[in-house]
Structures are given as structure tokens and as C-alpha cells.
């Protein structure tokens, strides 16, 4: 089993569900996307195109990270994910000067912290703590405790982080959720050992590449089609 | 004390088998988890549950379900049910998440300190209880009733469900208001008047993308707004298979990436492309004939420049084709459209056979920026008309209406209306609606419409009169309407102003009491259709979730509540309405609380779905129970052809010609004792004679003078703007750069590079927009998807007050710029929409 | 007399710049980050700040090891000032290291649960290692006599030193996929910056008398790390790839010389142009592979990154040097005290 994902530029319509599904379930703070994406704009008025390029932990075979680890806190799981445990992690940032693709993000501050401020703007409104203890939730109402049961909801300040292709739910035989998120269906997630699964032959049947393929890594997200249509 | 120490803690005694349980209690979310899983609480992934809710963010009104795990909404996507765009979304609907737990909402009722109003003023709120705040409102309602001047009652509406007649219009109405004012105008008013003068469609429309072949968007985005986004995200990349897209816009937009062709249109220029596109088709011989018929001999006499006998075409569920080129047509050429939409005349000509090749599986698309303007309604007709002559209006593939659903009415209020009451009602509206240049044609009907923004206006010069109690709800007209600072001025002129509201926004900083909104998606009641797919369907909101704070059910619930304390008064009229009325369609209890009204309301309304004694068409449902389980229901799959020469024009056919909308102006005309030119000339168009019934070019009106403000300003909607709510959201800021061009964090001005380089102005600089309206500071984003000559900038940022994400300092100083306030308060008069597009003359310059 | 007014001063400094320094580690330990980093650009001043101290440590333990070894008289005569030297450069290295990864404690961490493919693993315990041996070794000297296995210390000292000091470089050279780190040179380069280093501080370390020794390998040294550094200017200058972002400057080889040919007659003024540059040097390069912003980053923070350090990293290198000296002054101290056996 070596879960892997393809992408169908065609049908990306550029709209981010992904990102905000990915936010919602993994508690990522504002300022760090586990899914994220790569915008280029290019040519000239009033020739211009506009991709938008879906952007994750690519889970490569052999990956770059894994091995720069020092404390092993990045490794390889189950079914081939690279996963990262947070207690090991000593914020030393090989993983992110290994990572090619740039998709590691680090705690440069304490995540969160901007719910533990009592201030109002006016007497009758909530605070961030208040709407917190009202609302509840570890660390922002916004926590997930499905996400909390197998990675800390509040990940400490000098630690990084990077998508685990929603390990959580993959192993109670649910999509990773930026899959089923995606409005267009434009993702698909399945086994690349298996040559019948869809992504298999999704890759097969459009040539499917990961990014930077000149590297090796063995990365496990391909990319299919094209974002601007064909004939422009 | 930080985490990171707990977690050093934590990590000692992973390693060292030490650590003490008092240090260890640092580390308090682990042992909460610890307990958690002692006490056997695991959250399995995919154990929460889905409720069935509405999203409100955008017009698309996609029937939702939302993931309620531990007592929160964690997350959101299309509901399952939906035939119209099943769990497909958008990127704004997870904002609302954030919406929900903003930590600036409204908790409790407010009351002004300071009587001082203005921007920067701190209006020194202090928190009130209900209780208090309405019998404060309740004092309002009977001082009125005591001066027999119910009628200085104005109750404003923003955003809405179905629900909301209750408290806009039928309570307002046993108040003895006639001032029951929605937003409609500031909306899209212009947009359903292009379908209903050709078609008899007061209405939007759908447009079957999963069967077309070719997709002509005149400003419509539709991957990013407007409506049914859901629906357009999903099928876009297969349409993509199938079909060609060009997208005509001045600025390069989401869907224009996802196109095979942009048209970077000049502002307000795009009837031009749209006639010079019917015009060529014509000369062409591209209509088509089973829809619009053909010359008697089949010999296309559409030649450019010269008229054609009008016998000499039969013309089959269409009326006026040849009218149409006689009068205007013939001389719109290519060439004569070029010089003034900016667009090659070989690339019309070339649309233009891709067009007839693809008939009638084609879609003309028009949003509010092609019509929205001060001469707009025309082009919204133009560019209808163009679905007409390509024949894809109700075809496969084609232009499809929203079927009209079997949705209840509001129970009637009219026999709770006392004599007080009646008094007020017979007063002129507030909003001026049907005086002669302003017209409010909907539906044909003289002053059948609203005109949203003229209130303020009405306010300020007391004209017809001043009111004295205004209640706004779910709005937020000092930043949504254009000239926003006229809504400013009109607020610090009325006595008393109540807003319900989730935020302390730019109106609430002008209100004396301000009442907790509940979130629209999460927690309350409500209902709202949308169409897409060939189906229609409604869909409720519903409590998903406890509701934070002090809010209450605000359509339904605030009238309840006012109601008992004006019976406590001696005024029991409304609770008597609301008591009678409002009864549990399955018990038939009366209500007892503002919770049961909603509730009530939300059953009757929709009795015809879910109870299968009053079922109608569509989705079956076993009772009440089944709809609220899914929320949703589906009507019957798409007729097609059915209103072909049925339609709900004078004429019974599609018009080019429009009868309808020569007996509407007619009849306008003579209730002000004008004719139809009259009209013309008070709604500021420049057609004289029976050009005012077709079809026809209308030079763009330009405000502001070019030596002056030499470039064009261009409004659009960012993707992840739930209309003017989401900018207090981080999700919001933090992923703007999803809009081509625009940048993160920033408000961002689009401006091509070669503007920029003679201005002066290099990516990320600060920026001053000028207009004759007003001024505004925001980013520059050099971006070549601008039209040059042009700026764009997305509505959404600029907010001073709203929350502390949203504002730079709240209060006082905005983040970026609202753009309302360089547009200016002009209309389009025959619909009474405000005109928000068109050409906005500005000066740019580095600050 | 003039040495013991610069001593003093000295001493004052690096009191000062403790306090300093210390604020801003305490700061970035328990408050937070204070640094001008970012996701694209992580390793900063401070990192190169751990990188210098650590590597011109290397560059006198070797120094030390190898004339232990091959038993040259002058040398050994310097033991105690090396070594002090070493285990205190190394010291203010783990010091500055601290505030860099934002706790004391993740340091030590790094040696629990060991990934043996891991450059930075190899290193933080190789330099573990490399002090513990020094301090072993201060240990020994302390207690006045050597240990009965001091030739396998110092030939342990040795080796870890060299490898500490090429795995250090591999850190950087087996990234794949930024620009300008990968590839073995990369080793060479922090190898030859260590040798060159502590070449250059250790005449300073040595009575004048004795310096003849230093001669030819501290110039060979510097001679060394200029040709490498101009070897790859001119490689890099005539290199045609785009994204490339060229690191090494002339004025780096040039000054080097300079360096070189002041290193017999002026040395003070040698290490005074040698050792900034050589600190320059390996910033140049730890920032060079970090300008180009990779993937989804490239949307936070622009394609390239500029970088110029602000006070709080600039605050650690003054902290980790002046560890490092307060350091040096006490072990000195210590081990001159009378019982001590030094000199």
C-alpha cells in the first residue's frame, strides 16, 4: 500500500476549498497551510494567464526530510506517509533546508495565542477568550479534536509541521479531507502500488507527473492536465 | 505559561522517566486529552454529525450541511441532497466558520453612550439586557403610534432568508409603516430587468453548462461569485471538454483564467460588443431559425447599413427581430464597436461564427457589472437579447430561468392593521420609488421596485419626510452602498437607530441600540432558494450549533418579542398576528417564544414540501422531521422549451421589440402626466422614441471628468467575500491571492504595469484613489490582467469598524479602502438598482 | 602590562556582550522569536554564528590533536591554551546553537532518538562528542597528569574534529533541490574555513616566540580556503544557470591573501581580517541557498529572499563569542590556579 494523489488541473478551479478544509481540520494557524498553493501569472496584457498549482506534503518515497531528521520525528508510516511526530521535533529545520518543494512551515510563534487575549472592543462584545470558553475547543474553537486524537491540536512554538495526508481519516477508510472538499473533484486519492486504483490510472491515462521529478524523491502527488484550457 | 514548557516537561519524562505531576499539570491540554480517552470520550474521525443548513455567504445560497463535532461546527460542504450542486462548494462557505467564533461579535445588546455620532467618535457602548432594549424600542414604536406618524418607522433590510418578511415587511406593516425597505437594489435589480423586458423573467437565471458548447460571459465570474458558484465550480473543468469560454471583463478574473479567451472590455462599453455580436451574427445568418424564424424566401437580407421590410420575416416565438435592425442593429458593426469596446473587430467576427456554430447551445452570461450602471438597463436587454437570437433560451445547453417553486407565503397581516396603522400606510415610501426618475419597474409595475440607496438621500433632505426610528437588520449600508459616506451623514440625522447585527459594523457605529445578530448558518432559523443544474431548490437554516452570546432569532424572534411588550403597552395587534398566524402547522400549538415563531414560520412556509398531504412536485419527504433531517428540497428536473411563446410578456414571446416594456414606461409616463421621452430624459437615458423600447447603444455616462480623473475604476467581488462579512475573518486576509493579481494580506488596487511605470508606482506601494466621490488609500498590485486606462479593486476591505481583522484600528481607521465610497450614488433609474459599474472616473497617484 | 589592560578589556566586553547577548537568548528562549527569519529563510546569523564558533574550535582541536600526535615540542608547550580555547569556542558554538533552535534543552534532545542518514544528527553529536573529549581532556589537565589513555583520546579528539567538521558541511551539501548547497564541496568548504580559522586565532594563542611552527600550515591554510573560495568565483561567475544565485565574491580569496601576508609579521591584524571573513564567508554561503524561495512559500514571500541581519542575531553572535571568552578567561584561569599543572 503507498497512498498517493493526483491532481486534474483542468477541473482545479483555483478555489482554495482545499486550503480551508485543510485548516479547519488540522487547526493550522493563519499564517501556516498544510495544502497550499503556487500562483504564477505570466505574459502580457491582453494575453495573461493565471495558473493556480495545489500544493502539499508531497509524501516522496525517499524523502529529503526524512533522512536530514535528526531525532527521526520526521519519518515514514504506514502506507508510506511521511509523517512527523511532534514531541521529537527540536526545531532545527533540516527538514524544511531539505524539503525541495517547500512545504514545510515552522511555529515561529506560539500557535494560537491570539485566543488567550481578553480584550473587547466594546462592552457588550466577546473577547477572544470569552467566544473560547463560550464556544469551547482546545487552544480555538476552531480545534478539531478528530485531528487531536493522533497529533497535538496546539503544536509548540520552535516546532514545524506539514500535512500528513490526514492520516486520522485515511485510517478509518476516509478521504484526506482537501479530497472531499474539493468542489470540481478534482483530487483523487487511492493506491499507487495498485494499478487498478484511479489514481494509478489516472497517471497512466494522462501521463501524470509529481513536481520536480529530475530530483528523485519519489514524490507521490501527481499532477495531471492543464489549468488553462488547451487552445489558448 | 507556554506550551513549549509543557512540552519540554513532556518530553523529559518521555526520555528520562522523571517529572513530577504538579510540573506536568504545565502541560494541561495533553491531560485533558489523557482524561478524555480515560473517560472513553474518542472522537473517531467521521463520527460528528452533518446538519442540514443554508450558507448565506454569496447569492449562490448553496443548501449546506455542516460537521458538528464536540458541540462545534468544524466544518462545512454542499449538502448531500442537493440536486442542484450536491456536496460541491466554495472556498467562502469555511469562512463562515470563522464568522460563527469572531471574537468580536456582538454578545449582548448595546445602548450609545455618547450622543455624539461619526467616524472615530467612540460611541461609548454599554451593555444592556434584552429586556431593556426593547422596551426602549417599544417606546419608540409607541411614541410614534401616540403622533399618529407610524410611517417615520423604516425598517431596513440587508441580506435575508425567507423568513424575513416577518419582520421587514409584515411587521412593519401592523406598525403601520409603509417603509419596509430591502436591499434588492443594491443587489442585482438591473440584472432581472434585462430577462424580464425581453422574456417576462423578473427573475436570474441558470445556465446549463454541462450541455453547452459555448459560454460568452459579459463580466461574469462565475468560479468566483454570483451565482451558484457551487454548481459552476464543480462542472467547469468538464464543461472545459466541451465547450469554449470567453470571459469579457476589463480585469482578468478567476473564471477568465479558466478560459479560452478573455475580452478585456472597456468599462460600461459592453452593450457595444453585445449589439456589434447580434450584428454580425445577423449579417452572418447565424440566428437560430427554430427559435427566432427566418426570412419568408430563407435569403438573409442582413446586410450592414440597410433596412429590411418587416414582412419579408416570419418571425416564430420571437417579436420585433427586424425592428431591432432597423432601429439599431444595422449600423452596429464590428468596426463601429471596436473603437469604443476596446475589442478587435476581427475577434467579434470570429466570436460571432462561434457563436452561430454552437447554436443554440450557447450562453450569453451577464453580470451586475455589464448592467449595473447609470445607463445599464439597456445593455441588460442588448445582452439578453443575444440569448434570444442564438435561440438558447429554455434549450438543452442553453439559458434556463429558476423554476418558480411552491414556496408559502408569509400568512397575510393586512386585517391586524388599526386605524393608527393604516394612517402611516398611506404615506409615500421612504425610498421615492415610483416618482418619475425613479421608476422601479419591477415587474413591470411603475414603483414596484426599491430604491435602496435614495433613503439616504431622503434622510438628508427630509424629503418626503425624516424618519425617526429606523431599525436596520443583516445590513450594512454605510459600507455597502455606493457613496457610503451619504449613509454616514443620513444615520447622525435620525433620532433613534436600532441595528441587528453579528458585528459592530460601519452602520452599528452610527446606532443608538445595537441588538446580537444570531449567524445566519448556524444558529437560527431560515429558508432560501437557488437554482442550477436544471433544478431548483430550497433549503433551510437551522440552530446547528447553541447559540453564542445573548442573540435571538432575529426575523422571526425580535418581532415576537417586541410584540409582547407592545401588548403589555395595549397595543396587541402584532402578538395577536403572530399568535394566530404562526401556529405549528403539525399541532397546531400556538407559539409561546421568539424560538417557536421561527420555527413555526419556517414550517408553514415550507409545508409544501415536507408534508405529503400539501405535496406539490419534486422530492418526496415523509414529513417535517425528514426535511429538517436534510434540509433541503429538490424540485422537478428543468422543462425545457415549455415557455417558448408562453412567456410572461405582453406579447406571449421573446421580445426584441419589447411591448412589455413600452406599456410599463407608457403607464409610468402618464402617472407623472409625461410621455415615454419624458421618462427617458428624468432617468437620464438618451433613447428618444421607440429606441426606448428596444434593444440600443447608450453612451456610457462617465463621472468625473477624464482631464481630471483620467483612469477607470473597476468593483468586483474577491472569491472569499461573503459579500461584505468575511474581511474580520484571518482565512480572509491571509488567502486573498487566490483573486488573479491580488496580493495577501493587503487591500490590494489592480493597475497595469505600463499605468504603473507613468505614475510612478512599483508593486506594493501605497496608493491614493481619487474619484468625485471621495478618496481612498490602498496597495498597489501591478498585475497585467488590467485593462490599461483601468484600476480594479475588489469590494470587501476598507472596513473602519466590523471587528479588529477587519479594521486597521477599529473605530477609526480603515485597512485599505471601501470602495462605495469613491463610487457615487447614482442609479439605474428604470430599475432603481444603484449603479455601481459604468465608467467611475479616478486619479491614482503614490502616496 | 599593555596585555593585561587588553585583557581587561576584553573581559569587560565580553561581560557586556554576555549581558547583551544574553538578553536577546533569553528573549528568543521563553518570549519569542525575535529573529528576522521566515519559512524560506530559517537559518540566519545566529546558525552562522554556532557554524563559526564551532568550526574554528574544529580548526584548533585540530591543530592541538595533530602536533599531540606528531609530537611537536611548541605545540604541546601550548596544550592548555588550545585546549581552554577549543572547549570554550565550542561552548559559545552550543550557546549561540541554543538561542538559534529557540531552547537550551532541544540541543541536548538531539542526541536521544538518533536517525544515523541524518547530516545534523551526525553533527550536534559529533560535536557532542568532540566536547566531551575536550572536556575529558581539560579534565586531565586539570587534575595535573595525563590519563593513562590519552593517546586515544587525542587521536579520538582528531578524527571526531576532521568529521565533525566535514559532516558539518554535508549538512548543507546533501540538500537536494536548492541551488548552490548540493555536493561534497560543500564539506571541503567548512573543512577548509575551520582549518583557516583556527589557523589564523592560533598565533594569538602561542607565545611569539613559538609561532615558527604556525607558519606554514596557517598559511597554507589560508592560501587553501582563498584558492578553493576562487576556484569557485570563477566557476560560479561563468556558471549559466539562471536561478543560480552566485555567493562567493572576490574581496573573499583577496582578503584571504591579505590575511596571508600579514600572518607572519602582523598576526593580531591577520586574525583580525581572517576571522571576519571567514565568518562572512559561511554566512554568505548558509544565505545563499535560502534566497530562492521554494514552492507554495514563493505566495507568503516573493520569489527571492534578501537577507540583513537585525540586532537580536547580531546579539547572538556577540553572545556566543562572548561565552566563548568568558570561557576561555575562566578554564585559563582555573587551570593556571596554583595546584593546577598548566605551563
Sequence with gaps: MRYGMVIDQQKCVGCAGCVFACKAENHTPPEINWCDKIITSSGQFPDVRFEYLSTMCNHCDDAPCVKGCPTQAMHKGEGGLTLHEQEKCIGCKACMENCPY??????????????????????????????????????????????????????????????????????????????????????????????????????????????KPELGTGSKVFYIRRYTPENR | ?????????????????????????????KLIMAAMAKAGVVYAPGSGKWVGTTCNGCTSFCAKQVYIQDGRALHIRGNEYSKVHGTASCPRQYLALQELYDPDRVRTPMLRGNPEKGRGIDPQFKSISWEEAIKLMADQFMALREQNETHRYVALRGRYSYLSDLLIKNFTQVMGSPNAITHSALCAEADKLGSFFTEGNWGYRQYDIKDTRYILSFGVDPLSSNRQVSYYCKEWGNTLD???????????????????????????????????????????????????????????????????????????????????????????????????????????????????????????????????????????IALHALNGLLGSIDQEGGVLKWASVPLGKMPSSKKYVDEVGSHGLKMEK????????????????????????????????????????????????????????????????????????????????????????????????????????RYTQVSISQPAVKRLGMSVEDECGLPWLLAEELAKRGFENPLNYLKTEFKDPETGREPTSADEVALYATKILTQTFWDPAKYKEGDHLSGWQEFMEKGIWNSKPYAFRKRWSHMKTKSKKFEFYSETLKYALQKHAKKH???????????????????????????????????????????????????????????????LDIDPGSHKLA??????????????????????????????????????????????????????????????QFGKTPFGGNNNELLPPVYEQLSGSSAFYGQIGVRVEKV | MKTANFNKMLLALSAAGLLFGGYFALMEWFVGPMFVTNDALFWTLPLVAYIFLALTSTGISILMTAGELLNNKAVIAHKPVLLTAALSLLIGAFAALTAEMGSPLHVVWLLFSPNLSSPIWWMGTLYAVELLLLGIK?????????????????????????????????????????????????????????????????????????????????????????????????????????????????????LLLGALLAYKVKPALSALIALPTVLLVELFFVIQGQMQVLGPKQTWLGAVQSYMPNTAEIAILIFGCSVAYLCFFLFNRLALRPGGSAD
Aim: hydrophobic share 40%; aromatic share 10%.
Design chain 2, 673 to 735: 402626466h409625461t410621455d415615454v421621452d419624458g421618462v427617458m430624459q428624468a432617468t437620464g437615458y438618451l433613447a428618444r422614441g421607440e429606441l426606448a423600447f428596444i434593444p440600443h447603444y447608450e453612451t456610457p455616462y462617465r463621472f468625473g471628468d477624464e482631464s481630471k480623473f483620467p483612469m477607470l475604476f473597476v468593483d468586483y467581488k474577491s472569491r472569499l467575500n461573503r459579500e461584505g462579512r468575511s474581511a474580520n475573518t484571518a482565512w480572509y486576509q491571509y488567502n
Design chain 3, 138 to 254: 581539560y579534565y586531565a589537565l586539570l587534575r595535573g597528569r595525563p590519563l593513562g589513555s590519552e593517546l586515544w583520546l587525542t587521536s579520538a579528539a582528531l578524527c571526531v574534529a576532521v568529521a565533525a567538521a566535514l559532516v558539518l558541511g554535508s549538512v548543507f551539501g546533501t540538500a537536494v533541490g536548492r541551488t548552490g548547497y548540493q555536493g561534497a564541496d560543500a564539506s571541503v568548504l567548512t573543512l577548509l574555513c575551520a582549518l583557516a580559522s583556527g589557523m589564523s586565532l592560533a598565533p594569538l594563542l602561542f607565545k611569539e616566540q613559538a609561532r615558527e611552527v604556525l607558519q606554514l600550515p596557517g598559511r597554507s591554510m589560508l592560501a587553501g580556503l582563498a584558492l578553493f573560495l576562487f576556484t569557485l568565483y570563477l566557476y560560479s561567475s561563468r556558471s549559466t544557470v539562471v536561478a543560480e544565485i552566485v555567493w562567493v565574491q572576490l574581496w573573499m580569496p583577496l
Design chain 2, 242 to 380: 466541451r465547450a469554449q469560454v470567453a470571459i469579457v471583463d476589463p480585469r482578468f478574473s478567476a473564471s477568465a483564467a479558466k478560459a479560452d479567451e478573455w475580452l478585456p472590455v472597456v468599462p460600461g462599453q459592453d452593450a457595444a460588443l453585445g449589439l456589434a455580436l447580434a450584428h454580425q451574427v445577423m449579417v452572418n445568418g447565424g440566428w437560430h431559425r427554430p427559435f427566432v424564424g427566418d426570412f419568408v424566401d430563407g435569403k438573409n437580407r442582413f446586410i450592414a447599413g440597410s433596412e429590411v421590410e418587416p414582412d419579408s420575416f416570419k418571425e416564430q416565438h420571437t417579436l420585433g427581430l427586424v425592428e431591432w435592425w432597423n432601429l439599431e442593429l444595422k449600423d452596429r458593426t464590428p468596426e463601429w464597436a471596436a473603437e469604443l469596446c476596446g475589442i478587435k473587430a476581427e475577434q467579434i467576427r470570429r466570436i460571432a461564427v462561434k457563436l452561430a456554430d454552437a447554436a443554440p447551445k450557447v450562453q450569453i452570461w451577464r453580470s451586475r457589472g455589464a448592467q449595473m450602471q447609470h445607463r445599464g438597463g439597456y445593455t441588460a
Design chain 2, 747 to 808: 487591500d490590494a488596487a489592480k493597475l497595469n504595469p505600463l499605468d504603473a511605470q507613468k505614475l510612478g508606482i512599483s508593486d506594493g506601494d501605497t496608493i491614493r484613489i481619487t474619484s468625485l466621490q471621495g478618496s481612498i488609500t490602498c496597495q498597489a498590485a501591478l498585475f497585467e490582467g488590467v485593462r490599461p486606462g483601468t484600476v480594479a479593486k475588489a469590494f470587501g476591505q476598507g472596513h473602519w469598524a466590523y471587528g479588529r481583522t477587519a479594521s486597521q
Design chain 2, 1 to 29: 505559561m507556554d506550551t513549549k514548557d509543557g512540552w519540554k516537561l513532556s518530553r523529559r519524562q518521555l526520555l528520562l522517566g522523571t517529572g513530577s505531576l504538579a510540573l506536568a499539570s504545565l502541560f494541561a491540554p
Design chain 1, 102 to 211: 517547500g512545504v514545510i512551515s515552522f511555529n515561529w510563534q506560539r500557535p494560537h495565542q491570539e485566543w488567550q487575549e481578553n480584550k473587547g472592543l466594546a462592552a457588550g462584545t466577546f473577547t477572544p477568550s470569552v467566544m473560547l470558553a463560550e464556544a469551547g475547543g482546545e487552544g480555538s474553537p476552531l480545534s478539531n479534536p478528530e485531528r487531536g486524537g493522533s497529533y497535538p491540536l496546539m503544536r509548540s512554538r520552535g516546532t514545524v509541521e506539514k500535512c500528513n495526508f490526514c492520516d486520522h481519516r485515511l485510517k478509518v477508510g476516509l478521504n484526506p479531507v482537501c479530497v472531499d472538499a474539493c468542489p470540481s473533484n478534482a483530487r483523487v486519492v487511492g493506491d499507487l502500488d495498485d494499478p487498478n486504483s484511479e489514481v494509478s490510472m489516472l497517471i497512466r491515462k494522462y501521463d501524470g507527473k509529481p513536481l
Design chain 2, 430 to 533: 421612504i425610498d421615492r420609488r415610483g416618482r418619475l426618475e425613479y421608476p422601479a419597474l419591477k415587474k413591470g409595475k411603475s414603483g414596484g421596485g426599491v430604491v435602496t440607496a435614495a433613503v439616504a438621500e431622503s434622510i438628508l433632505s427630509e424629503d418626503p419626510y425624516l424618519p425617526e426610528f429606523v431599525l436596520g437588520y443583516f445590513n450594512n449600508f454605510t459600507f455597502s452602498a455606493p457613496g457610503g459616506q451619504q449613509w454616514e451623514k443620513a444615520l447622525k440625522k435620525v433620532s433613534f437607530v436600532t441595528h441587528l447585527t453579528t458585528n459592530i459594523s460601519e452602520f452599528s457605529y452610527y446606532a443608538d441600540l445595537i441588538l446580537p445578530a444570531p449567524h445566519f448558518m448556524f444558529e437560527r432559523w431560515g429558508i432560501q432558494k437557488t437554482a442550477g443544474n
